[in-house]
């Protein structure tokens, strides 16, 4: 479903082949699903890193949930209020070691006197 949302052709498989997909939801009747379901996202991959596991953001969530297949999905595990996708975090042990943190950029803090 999310790489025919994604527009990949078949056999591209969005989630990298993880075996365990972590998918947050947020009640759509709540103005601030999107930023509350967002930081769940990087809590999770905050969680993952501490425990020496990679992870990815993997989006489409929202309309993958909005088809009838994925509200099919949602029903079958009791989900049936009103939820809206807001984004997969795929983990992995990483293939490699750990990337250090980019250097930070240059004046992207303001600091008003
Ligand atoms: C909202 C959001 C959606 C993303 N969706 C995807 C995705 O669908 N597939 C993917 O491979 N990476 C996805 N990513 C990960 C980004 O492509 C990128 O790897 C990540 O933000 C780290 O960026 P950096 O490499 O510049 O540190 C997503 C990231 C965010 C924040």
Redesign the pocket.
Known sequence: MNQMIGGWKPGFD?FYGAPVVLIVLADKNWSNRVYDGSLVMGNLMLAAHSLGIGS?????AKEAFETDEGMDILKQLGITEEYEGI?HCVPGYPDGPIPQA?PRKENHIFYIQ
């Open positions: 969005p990815c953001w993997i989006h489409r984004g980019a």
